[in-house]
């Protein structure tokens, strides 16, 4: 398949995808199942998929990233906490923005852990 039929199938079929109503999640989901089904060859594409998703779940490198996932949903947690409680709108909001600024403080942050796994930099 040249790279024009892949570009088609990915945009256009997210595209289609999204304008159905599907979630974005899924929708992406859908896609890289059936890409992984047409380009890396039926039964042995989904078989491929199950091993690299696996393998990217167990690498240690990228532990750190969903607790700082955390970190953020405890926030918006704390912020709807306080919108029910009665605060005013800008208390819950800047909990919120100041989850941001300590999340790219702690060091390492998600993206510097991201980014040194994906090139083989030593996180520490």
């Known amino acids: 398949m040249s790279w024009e039929a892949a570009a088609w199938l990915m945009l256009g079929g997210s595209t289609v995808l999204l304008f159905l109503g599907l979630p974005v999640a899924f929708c992406f989901l859908v896609i890289n199942l059936v890409g992984a089904w047409i380009f890396l060859g039926g039964d042995s594409g989904m078989m491929q998929l199950a091993r690299n998703s696996v393998a990217s779940v167990q690498s240690f490198a990228l532990t750190p990233i969903p607790l700082f996932v955390l970190m953020i949903a405890a926030s918006l ?10 605060y005013h709108p800008t208390m819950s909001t800047g909990s919120i923005m100041a989850i941001g600024a300590v999340d790219m403080l702690i060091p390492p942050s998600a993206l510097t852990v991201l980014l040194g796994s994906l090139s083989g930099i030593s996180i520490s």
């Open 77 to 86: 947690l704390l912020a709807a906490m306080m919108l029910a409680r009665g």
